[in-house]
């Protein structure tokens, strides 16, 4: 039936017709994308102001600004990053450098994937149970920021994995013929090489703590005065928006806070990573 069809159509009315779905489906979803940025800052925009940044959240967030929620945002997002950066890139490394392909090799990566498509629900249940009870460190930032780490690090493992094995074999085969140690090669050829996708891989993580929810809450608590230390309860804007908008305080303040919740993991991801990229591409050229 589909031979037939082939042959009716064509060859290049056919391979038209694919390109044809291939380019709806593409415009489809960036259509999707664009209707959902375009909505919210409609909705949030028009009650951003300085105040509202900086301002302190008065009558359980119905007026008042969001600028603690902001600053526990930062907190939780980076020190997740500076936790989760380190393991990451050492797990990548040790996948692909130190060891050969085997049942070990197999057991970490299938962990990486199964730990990928865990809810994250799941994750604040574990990091409410061993960082905020067992471990005793309350609903803190440190709790949050723990927890956070444990949901990206197999993003910045992948991430960090793929960009180390684009590198050329015959860089490694030159730094050793030179009477470079292994982990001088590594610590000066391959990592250097493979920055860009490691810091894509980073900032994608980081832009996934920004807009965590469920396990945030679990972890770091709601708190809406501003954090003073890691041991101190935090509530990010993710948690703020969903706060509000579930229980009906302030649909105005939550539009406001999705809009700049929604601007910060854009600038995040288009900003951010574009400007890594192009200082890092910059500096390899020299």
Same mark, same amino acid.
């Given at each position: 039936?589909?031979?037939?069809?082939?042959?009716?159509?064509?060859?290049?009315?056919?391979? /038209?017709?694919?390109?044809?779905?291939?380019?709806?489906?593409?415009?489809?979803?960036?259509?999707?994308?664009?209707?959902?940025?375009?909505?919210?800052?409609?909705?949030?925009?028009?009650?951003? @102001?300085?105040?509202?940044?900086?301002?302190?959240?008065?009558?359980?967030?119905?007026?008042?600004?969001? *600028?603690?929620?902001? &600053?526990?945002? &930062?907190?939780?997002?980076?020190?997740?990053?500076?936790?989760?950066?380190?393991?990451?890139?050492?797990?990548?490394?040790?996948?692909?450098?130190?060891?050969?392909?085997?049942?070990?090799?197999?057991?970490?990566?299938?962990?990486?994937?199964?730990?990928?498509?865990?809810? @994250?629900?799941?994750?604040?249940?574990? *990091?409410?149970?061993?960082?905020?009870?067992?471990?005793?460190?309350?609903?803190?930032?440190?709790?949050?920021?723990?927890?956070?780490?444990?949901?990206?690090?197999?993003?910045?493992?992948?991430?960090?994995?793929?960009?180390?094995?684009?590198?050329?074999?015959?860089?490694?085969?030159?730094?050793?013929?030179?009477?470079?140690?292994?982990?001088?090669?590594?610590?000066?050829?391959?990592?250097?090489?493979?920055?860009?996708?490691?810091?894509?891989?980073? &900032?994608?993580?980081?832009?996934?703590?920004?807009?965590?929810?469920?396990? &945030?809450?679990?972890?770091? *608590?709601?708190?809406?005065?501003?954090?003073?230390?890691?041991?101190?309860?935090?509530?990010?804007?993710?948690?703020?928006?969903?706060?509000?908008?579930?229980?009906?305080?302030?649909?105005?303040? /939550?539009?406001?806070?999705?809009?700049?919740?929604?601007?910060?993991?854009?600038?995040?991801?288009?900003?951010?990573?574009?400007?890594?990229?192009?200082?890092?591409?910059?500096?390899?050229?020299?």
């Amino acid at each position: 039936m589909r031979a037939r069809a082939r042959r009716a159509l064509g060859p290049r009315r056919s391979g /038209a017709l694919a390109a044809g779905v291939v380019w709806l489906s593409a415009l489809a979803t960036l259509a999707v994308l664009i209707f959902i940025i375009a909505y919210v800052l409609w909705q949030g925009l028009p009650q951003v @102001s300085w105040d509202f940044l900086t301002g302190t959240p008065t009558s359980m967030g119905r007026t008042g600004g969001i *600028g603690p929620m902001i &600053v526990s945002t &930062v907190a939780l997002s980076f020190l997740s990053v500076l936790i989760a950066m380190p393991v990451g890139v050492a797990t990548a490394i040790y996948l692909t450098e130190y060891t050969r392909e085997g049942t070990l090799t197999r057991v970490i990566r299938f962990g990486t994937e199964a730990l990928a498509g865990v809810p @994250s629900i799941i994750f604040g249940l574990f *990091g409410f149970v061993f960082f905020v009870i067992y471990l005793g460190f309350g609903w803190s930032v440190l709790s949050g920021a723990l927890t956070l780490a444990i949901m990206i690090l197999p993003t910045i493992v992948r991430t960090s994995e793929e960009a180390i094995l684009t590198v050329p074999r015959a860089y490694r085969e030159v730094s050793l013929s030179l009477g470079a140690t292994r982990w001088q090669m590594v610590t000066t050829v391959v990592l250097p090489s493979a920055l860009p996708g490691i810091v894509t891989g980073v &900032v994608l993580g980081l832009g996934r703590t920004v807009g965590e929810t469920a396990a &945030v809450i679990l972890t770091a *608590g709601a708190a809406l005065h501003l954090p003073t230390s890691i041991f101190s309860p935090a509530r990010s804007m993710a948690v703020h928006f969903y706060i509000l908008a579930r229980e009906g305080i302030s649909d105005a303040t /939550a539009w406001g806070t999705g809009a700049v919740l929604l601007l910060s993991i854009l600038f995040i991801n288009v900003v951010i990573n574009r400007s890594l990229m192009y200082l890092m591409h910059r500096r390899a050229r020299r």
